[in-house]
């Protein structure tokens, strides 16, 4: 399985973290991945919730519907949680 690396700075928590992702994944399916993640390696100070966002760089929103190939996202890009 192909996988990129993306940093995603979490905006309630005014850290970045950097989390590798399957390419042939839906983007609500890394939306779970990427919130599950950030609570763990933030010892559960991050709150998973089910209205999120990922701005990328020029701080539009990705779209959740794509799938993480054909979203934008490309190994080390980084990306704002909202």
């Known amino acids: ?13 005014d850290e970045s973290y950097d989390v590798l992702v399957p390419i042939n994944l839906k983007m609500t399916e890394v939306f779970d991945l990427i919130q599950n993640t950030i609570s763990e390696l933030s010892s559960n100070n991050y709150v998973k919730h089910d ?3 990922l701005l990328n760089k020029d701080g539009k ?3 959740k519907n794509n799938m993480v190939r054909l979203s934008g996202l490309t ?6 949680l909202i």
């Open 75 to 80: 190994n080390g890009c980084r990306v704002v």
């Open 61 to 63: 929103v990705i779209n």
């Open 51 to 53: 209205d999120v966002y």
């Open 1 to 13: 399985m192909n996988k990129i690396l993306i940093t995603v700075y979490v905006l309630s928590l």
